[in-house]
C-alpha cells in the first residue's frame, strides 16, 4: 500500500457537526500537508505541518502529527455544505506524496 | 498575481496520437511538478523540473512520456501514441523552492483518449 492512506475513505455528516479524518504513513517525513480537492477540480493547499510540530490551527481547520504512530488527523469543526469535497494528505521527503483520499459530504 | 494556470483544461485524442499539455508556473516560482490522477484515486507523482533541467522523473512511465522546463515559456508533458489508460487528470504545481514547502496547483488538464 502506498505513503499517506486515508481513513476514512468517504464520510458524511449533517452541517454543524464535526468532521475528523485520519491519514497514516509509512515513512519519516520533513513535514506532512493536507489538500482539498473539489469535484473536476485542483488541489487548494490548506495546512502544513512540520515533523517537529504536534499540532496546528488555521481557522475551523485543527490538524495534528505523531510522527511515533506515524499518523496525522485533521478536524472541520462546524461543518458547512462548502465544505463537501476530497481530502488528502500528502506526506514530504523530497517530493509530496498523495494518499488516497477522504470523500466528505455535508448535508443541509 | 495569476495562479498556476494549465492548458488546455480539456483535450480529447485518438488512440496514436500525440498529448501536449502546457503549465506555466506562478510569477517568480522556478520549480514545476506533474501528477496524474486517475478516477477516484490520489494523485500520483510523475516528475520534478527546474528550469532547464529535470531532477526527478521517478514517477514518469519509461516510454512515450516527456517533460520539459526550458528557460522561456510553459512546461510541457508530452505524452505521444496515447493509448486508453492515459486517460486521467494532470496536474501540475510550482514552488519557489524545493518541494518540501507548499505547491501551489494549477486547475489541471482532463485528457480523454477515445
Known amino acids: 500500500s502506498q505513503q499517506g492512506e486515508e481513513d476514512p475513505q468517504a464520510l458524511s455528516i449533517q452541517e454543524g457537526e464535526n468532521a475528523t479524518m485520519n491519514c497514516s504513513y509509512k515513512?519519516?517525513?520533513?513535514?506532512l500537508q493536507w489538500y482539498r480537492q473539489n469535484s473536476g477540480r485542483g488541489l487548494v493547499h490548506l495546512i502544513l505541518?512540520?515533523?517537529?510540530?504536534r499540532e496546528k490551527h488555521s481557522g475551523r481547520l485543527r490538524v495534528t502529527l505523531d510522527t511515533s504512530k506515524k499518523s496525522s488527523s485533521l478536524l472541520i469543526t462546524a461543518s458547512r455544505a462548502a465544505d463537501t469535497a476530497s481530502y488528502f494528505c500528502?506526506?514530504?521527503?523530497?517530493?509530496?506524496?498523495f494518499g488516497t483520499g477522504t470523500q466528505l459530504k455535508v448535508e443541509l | 498575481n495569476a495562479g498556476v494556470m494549465q492548458n488546455p483544461r480539456h483535450l480529447v485524442r485518438r488512440r496514436g496520437q500525440e498529448a501536449r499539455l502546457r503549465c506555466s508556473p506562478m510569477?517568480?516560482?522556478?520549480?514545476v511538478y506533474w501528477y496524474r490522477q486517475l478516477p477516484e484515486e490520489g494523485l500520483k507523482f510523475m516528475v520534478y523540473?527546474?528550469?532547464?533541467?529535470?531532477?526527478?522523473e521517478s514517477g514518469m512511465p519509461k516510454e512515450r512520456f516527456s517533460a520539459e522546463f526550458p528557460k522561456e515559456g510553459p512546461s510541457i508533458l508530452r505524452i505521444q501514441q496515447v493509448v486508453r489508460g492515459d486517460s486521467a487528470a494532470y496536474f501540475c504545481?510550482?514552488?519557489?523552492?524545493?518541494?518540501?514547502?507548499?505547491?501551489?496547483f494549477g486547475p489541471g488538464t482532463r485528457l480523454t483518449v477515445l
Open positions: 504545481a510550482s514552488s519557489p523552492s524545493q518541494g518540501t514547502d507548499t505547491q501551489y
Open positions: 515513512t519519516s517525513i520533513n513535514n
Open positions: 505541518i512540520r515533523s517537529n510540530e
Open positions: 500528502a506526506t514530504v521527503q523530497d517530493k509530496l506524496t
Open positions: 510569477k517568480g516560482h522556478s520549480h
Open positions: 523540473l527546474q528550469k532547464e533541467n529535470i531532477i526527478d
